[in-house]
């Protein structure tokens, strides 16, 4: 509680200072996600810097045009515990990301989004076949998170913190364990044949 607080007096009374149009505009958000959450307002130069980090710490693996110009927004209309949410590129129109308006873990959470973004198609349809859509959505959305969690972005005051996959991170850990980060590395983002077989065994020891 007194840490709390405290991080209440240090962040809220500036936060109030330099978001006040946002206060008055949208009470609801600012107060929802903002004060009781203590999030900043997201930065798009973050997002980018998130992005950049991602691009270079996974480079030996990933192919740049397979997430080429996705449109980022930011937005108070996500719900429930949803922070983000990507929506895969189509024929008509680019991929989406879009982020909470204020958001503690901005650079962690874009970082996933993007991940998405670049997962190779070959990956996704492999492990929903192999290991069924559900089991298979769960081992993606925990490699997604551990491999954006790896990267040297900044961590988030721990208060702030909460990932919406805890299971999956766990299994997801398991996985990266057992195979190898390289492993994940080329199967999600190059959709090597092989490495992606070695994940499916690897996540059905966990699913066993």
Same mark, same amino acid.
């Given at each position: 509680?007194?840490?709390?607080?405290?991080?209440?007096?240090?962040?809220?009374?500036?936060?109030?200072?330099r978001q006040?149009s946002?206060? @008055?505009?949208?009470?609801?958000?600012?107060?929802? !996600?903002?004060?009781?959450?203590?999030?900043?307002?997201?930065?798009?130069?973050?997002?980018?810097?998130?992005?950049?980090?991602? &691009?270079?710490?996974y480079?030996?693996? @990933?192919?740049?045009?397979?997430?080429?110009d996705?449109?980022?927004?930011?937005?108070?209309?996500?719900?429930?515990?949803?922070?983000?949410?990507y929506?895969p590129?189509?024929?008509?129109?680019?991929?989406?990301?879009e982020?909470?308006t204020?958001?503690?873990?901005?650079?962690?959470t874009?970082?996933?989004?993007?991940?998405?973004?670049?997962?190779?198609?070959?990956?996704?349809e492999?492990?929903?076949r192999?290991?069924?859509p559900?089991?298979?959505?769960d081992?993606?959305?925990?490699?997604?998170?551990?491999m954006?969690?790896?990267?040297k972005?900044?961590r988030? !005051?721990?208060?702030?913190?909460?990932?919406?996959?805890?299971k999956?991170?766990?299994?997801?850990?398991?996985?990266?364990?057992?195979?190898?980060?390289?492993?994940?590395?080329?199967?999600? &983002?190059s959709? !090597?044949?092989?490495?992606i077989?070695?994940?499916?065994?690897?996540?059905?020891?966990?699913?066993a």
């Amino acid at each position: 509680m007194a840490t709390y607080a405290g991080h209440m007096t240090l962040n809220l009374i500036p936060m109030m200072a330099r978001q006040s149009s946002d206060m @008055i505009d949208n009470p609801t958000t600012f107060f929802r !996600d903002g004060w009781v959450k203590f999030a900043p307002r997201a930065d798009m130069m973050e997002v980018q810097r998130a992005h950049n980090v991602l &691009l270079s710490t996974y480079a030996d693996a @990933i192919d740049p045009s397979a997430c080429r110009d996705p449109v980022v927004k930011f937005t108070s209309s996500i719900g429930g515990d949803n922070v983000a949410w990507y929506t895969p590129a189509n024929e008509n129109s680019p991929a989406v990301i879009e982020l909470r308006t204020y958001l503690p873990n901005l650079g962690i959470t874009a970082a996933h989004e993007f991940l998405h973004c670049y997962t190779h198609p070959d990956f996704i349809e492999s492990i929903d076949r192999e290991l069924n859509p559900f089991h298979g959505r769960d081992i993606r959305e925990g490699l997604t998170e551990v491999m954006a969690r790896r990267l040297k972005l900044p961590r988030p !005051d721990p208060l702030e913190f909460k990932s919406i996959y805890p299971k999956q991170v766990k299994m997801a850990e398991a996985v990266l364990k057992d195979a190898g980060e390289d492993t994940v590395r080329r199967a999600m &983002l190059s959709g !090597d044949g092989d490495a992606i077989g070695k994940i499916v065994d690897a996540a059905r020891k966990q699913l066993a």
